[in-house]
């Protein structure tokens, strides 16, 4: 009985600060030009109880801002300090959950400037005075907003598809190139976030607020299947590449798969945890590959500096007999050691000099998912709760490593 009057009697003093709030945001409406409503349908999004957000205060800020030039960093101010000065934990999780949804419910144009706000310094994800309070259900809190913090570098496409904001450089117009870039700088930047998703335990939900946090996790979780798409192509590309790799870059490649395999475990065990505790329905979980870290290890032994033939003075003979003999990956290596010997042999030989790190060698690179996630929206307002993503399949790694050892015949 204690325990639900000090609940209640939060609850009402919370109530009576956001009233307080909300009548000094009307009595200075006049000196931001209007743009006080939107402070006002921050705090009435982000009020002081344990429900969800009231879809109608996501579609007045949705309104407010496309027909208001210029508010996208007064917007991004004001949840800032509504999240940073506050110390109950439902407000914070509201504020935090406020921000995934206005990243996935506007236009581009508004998902890009929200981003820049948060690259300027306007929107910031600081949980200064939550962190003060000793309470374990926060934890889910904290990795929610960790994993936020990086969403922010990811934008969604034309197309719909969730992707990392690459710095400016190369325009690949090549489909090698393009491979190339997919497999050394897309992939790590998916293995980033794999990691804040992998932190995210659907174990704290149950220690946190119920309704929020499925509510996070839920769109934690449907963004974790496009990122997973986008990684399992990388992996494929990176296969059908390995033998094409000079030393240096085979020792990269053998990194981010060994890092691969221990995340393909995990996601694997997280989806498999969600599909008991998270109560969304229309969550449709991938079929997660998991690596085979003896598969990694065998590519290694391949790429290691005493099977790699440098120095002109060795005969092909010589050479041969220094190769060890890795043990088979699933039994996709259905060749002699003897033709794997000379096929790497034969590569080595077309090597006149080395300047680059990479020999491009066009190969297709298979098309692993198929998504669609919303992306404009202005004035009407979507559920994102009730999405339901398209069917997808994930192309074996197994499969992969089989379809480029093949190639190489």
Not at 292 to 318: E, I, W, Y
Not at 343 to 367: G, H, L, N, R, Y
Not at 385 to 390: A, F, I, S, T, Y
Request: glycine content about 4%.
């Amino acid at each position: 009985m204690g325990v639900d009057i000090q609940g209640k009697l939060q609850f009402f003093l919370g109530s009576m600060k956001d009233h307080a709030s909300i009548g000094k945001a009307m009595m200075y409406h006049h000196q931001h030009d209007g743009f006080s409503n939107i402070e006002i349908a921050v705090l009435r999004a982000t009020c002081h109880d344990n429900g969800t957000i009231d879809d109608k205060y996501m579609h007045e800020i949705l309104f407010l801002v496309s027909n208001s030039q210029g508010s996208i960093p007064f917007l991004a101010e004001r949840i800032s300090r509504r999240l940073g000065k506050t110390k109950d934990r439902f407000v914070a999780l509201k504020t935090l959950v406020l921000i995934h949804r206005l990243l996935r419910g506007g236009n581009r144009s508004f998902e890009q400037e929200l981003c820049k706000a948060h690259v300027s310094g306007h929107l910031q994800i600081n949980l200064r005075c939550v962190t003060k309070i000793s309470d374990p259900s926060l934890g889910f809190l904290h990795k929610y907003a960790s994993y936020l913090e990086e969403r922010m570098s990811w934008l969604i496409n034309q197309a719909g598809k969730l992707e990392p904001v690459m710095s400016k450089g190369l325009e690949f117009r090549r489909y090698d190139e393009k491979s190339i870039d997919m497999a050394f700088r897309t992939l790590p930047k998916c293995q980033v976030l794999i990691d804040k998703v992998l932190e995210c335990s659907p174990h704290d939900i149950l220690r946190s607020d119920h309704s929020l946090a499925q509510v996070a996790m839920s769109n934690t979780l449907r963004e974790s299947f496009q990122v997973y798409m986008t990684f399992s192509e990388g992996i494929a590309a990176l296969i059908n590449m390995f033998f094409d790799l000079t030393a240096s870059a085979r020792g990269l490649a053998c990194e981010i798969l060994k890092k691969a395999s221990i995340q393909s475990q995990k996601l694997h065990d997280l989806y498999e945890s969600c599909k008991q505790i998270v109560e969304n329905k229309n969550l449709e979980y991938p079929s997660v590959q998991i690596i085979s870290m003896n598969h990694v290890m065998a590519l290694d032994q391949f790429g290691s500096p005493q099977n790699q033939f440098g120095g002109s003075h060795v005969s092909p003979s010589s050479k041969r007999n220094s190769i060890s003999k890795p043990p088979p990956i699933s039994g996709q290596f259905k060749r002699s050691t003897t033709e794997i010997e000379l096929e790497v042999e034969a590569k080595e030989s077309k090597k006149v000099e080395e300047k680059i790190d990479i020999d491009f060698s066009p190969t297709p690179t298979p098309t692993l998912f198929s998504w669609t996630l919303e992306t404009k929206i202005s004035k009407v307002w979507v559920v994102f709760e009730d999405e339901v993503p398209n069917e997808s399949q994930v192309l074996p790694f197994s499969s992969s490593i089989h379809a480029s050892m093949s190639s190489k015949v």
